[in-house]
């Protein structure tokens, strides 16, 4: 999946293999200093970085090395690899979060956060009072905000 990713993002990188074998290198490396929160964005960022570095010696060294199409991902305005990763790890932990709640009260959230059900919808559909949807929902609520605080995110 890295060398696909340098490949499709840098094109005038001439070993792809390279820069995968020095990414983990330096990150085996950098994990015995301290502890890597996410090894999968960390992998990437890395990658980037050798890229570039990679990039810019071939700028330094003949300017018909670097191609238009190199120039245009390097200074692309999207959200990088590792804001992509991060995203998914936060959704991947509200997940969690909401699989670890008690069946009623995921059933209840799930169904007024996730379909957009009102309160009256819920009762029905689960035959409970609507005041027990409310309740649930805020239990729910409460519940995932501390999940996702005790994984550090606010």
Same mark, same amino acid.
């Given at each position: 999946?890295?060398?696909?990713?340098?490949?499709?993002?840098?094109?005038s990188?001439?070993?792809?293999?390279?820069?995968?074998?020095?990414?983990?290198?330096?990150?085996?490396q950098?994990?015995?200093?301290?502890?890597?929160?996410?090894?999968?964005?960390?992998?990437? +960022?890395?990658?980037?970085?050798?890229? /570039?570095? &990679?990039?810019?010696?071939?700028?330094?060294? #003949? %300017?018909?090395?670097l $191609?238009?199409?190199?120039?245009?991902?390097?200074?692309?305005?999207?959200?990088?690899?590792?804001?992509?990763?991060?995203?998914?790890?936060?959704?991947?932990?509200?997940?969690?979060?909401?699989?670890?709640?008690?069946?009623?009260?995921?059933?209840?959230? +799930?169904?007024?956060?996730i379909?957009? /059900?009102? &309160?009256?919808?819920i009762?029905?559909?689960? #035959? %409970?009072?609507?005041? $027990?949807?409310?309740?649930?929902?805020?239990?729910?609520?409460?519940?995932?905000?501390?999940?996702?605080?005790?994984?550090?995110?606010?």
């Open positions: 999946m890295l060398r696909a990713w340098l490949r499709a993002k840098f094109p990188v001439t070993d792809p293999d390279d820069l995968v074998q020095e990414t983990f290198s330096r990150v085996l950098a994990r015995g200093t301290a502890p890597i929160a996410s090894t999968k964005a960390f992998l990437f +960022t890395t990658a980037r970085n050798l890229a /570039l570095d &990679q990039v810019r010696r071939q700028k330094i060294i #003949g %300017i018909d090395a $191609t238009e199409t190199a120039a245009h991902f390097v200074f692309e305005d999207v959200p990088g690899v590792s804001e992509i990763v991060g995203r998914r790890q936060e959704l991947e932990l509200l997940t969690q979060a909401i699989q670890s709640l008690p069946e009623r009260c995921r059933q209840v959230l +799930t169904l007024r956060k379909y957009g /059900l009102s &309160q009256k919808e009762a029905a559909q689960l #035959g %409970i009072s609507e005041h $027990t949807v409310e309740a649930q929902v805020g239990n729910g609520m409460r519940r995932c905000a501390e999940f996702l605080a005790g994984h550090g995110l606010p």
